[in-house]
């Protein structure tokens, strides 16, 4: 990670860069007069005077410094460096699902249903504030050596209309990211926590198969698959995979909205009747080379 001495940004010394997206950089901070640690997010030069990511940025803090929940990350500031602005969250340095899975996602499985548990009671809190994610994936949700879980990046969040508003609402751009859309965000029609939990499911097949249920030569392709393609049966995967989380996961994976569960907590009511594997998986070897997860 890069040091950078002294450079300051108000209260704020830069200490050494956490993440580097593709709009963003994040940051390890210390507030100097607090003493204390925080992630300062920060759009990269070339993002900084673009109107549509400023709003991306203040609208992740709008959705974010209100919700209060031990599985979604803390968002404590907005502020202003140089005309650029950026939020500063909680210090939660550890890597996003989608790197453990691209490292070896078999080392995940022994602390799988408590990964599976948390990722759910973050996101299924974000849909009991009002809000539809709209970018679920392993990207977004951060794991801990400790197996804890926070819930990251609110910029494409939007509010979940009902009724008449619902009736009412226009079409959605699309936004997104490809191998997890739901049918209905393809479509851009208007959403609600359903489309999250269609997403979510394309997580959990990955978090199990390694990789995500539709993978497309372009996005046309991928997108089309998401629109009229089965997904392919867990089991089919991984033969490890139980009957019963097989089946939750492929009813996540419906087509139509009003096939899936209908909330996460009706999600994680059925998951907590059920296991995900038919033989237990043991845990990683003292000194596999890997960052390990405690279980």
């Known amino acids: 990670m890069a040091h950078v ?10 200490l050494n860069i956490i993440m580097t997206g593709r709009t963003s950089q994040v940051w390890e901070v210390l507030h100097e007069s607090k003493q204390e640690r925080f992630a300062l997010k920060l759009l990269l030069s070339d993002y900084a005077r673009e109107r549509e990511h400023v709003a991306f940025l203040k609208h992740e803090f709008a959705v974010g410094h209100k919700l209060d929940h031990p599985n979604v990350i803390t968002i404590h500031e907005l502020g202003t460096h140089q005309g650029s602005p950026y939020i500063v969250m909680e210090y939660f340095p550890w890597p996003n699902l989608k790197q453990y899975i691209q490292r070896d996602v078999g080392k995940l499985a022994h602390v799988l249903p408590q990964i599976v548990r948390q990722a759910a009671a973050g996101l299924g809190y974000l849909h009991q504030q009002g809000w539809v994610h709209r970018d679920v994936k392993p990207d977004n949700f951060l794991l801990s050596r400790k197996v804890e879980v926070r819930l990251i990046d609110f910029a494409l969040a939007m509010r979940i209309k009902k009724g008449l508003a619902r009736l009412l609402a226009g079409r959605t751009k699309i936004q997104g990211t490809r191998s997890y859309m739901s ?6 029609q208007p959403l609600d926590q359903r489309a999250d939990i269609y997403s979510f499911g394309c997580m959990l097949h990955e978090l199990v198969a390694g990789k995500p249920p539709f993978t497309g030569s372009t996005s046309n392709e991928l997108l089309n698959k998401h629109l009229k393609t089965p997904a392919p049966p867990l089991g089919a995967v991984n033969s490890n995979v139980t009957p019963e989380f097989a ?8 087509k139509k909205a009003d096939q899936r569960p209908t909330t996460l907590e009706d999600f994680l009511r059925e998951f907590a009747t059920l296991r995900i594997f038919k033989e237990p998986p043991r845990p990683p070897r003292e000194g596999d080379r890997q960052e390990e997860i405690a279980g």
């Not at 049918?183 to 851009?188: A, D, L, V």
């Not at 089946?247 to 419906?254: G, N, T």
Request: net charge positive.
């Open 5 to 14: 001495g002294q450079r300051r940004i108000g209260p704020y010394r830069l």
């Open 247 to 254: 089946a939750l996961v492929q009813r996540m994976l419906a």
């Open 183 to 188: 049918p209905e965000q393809i479509r851009c």
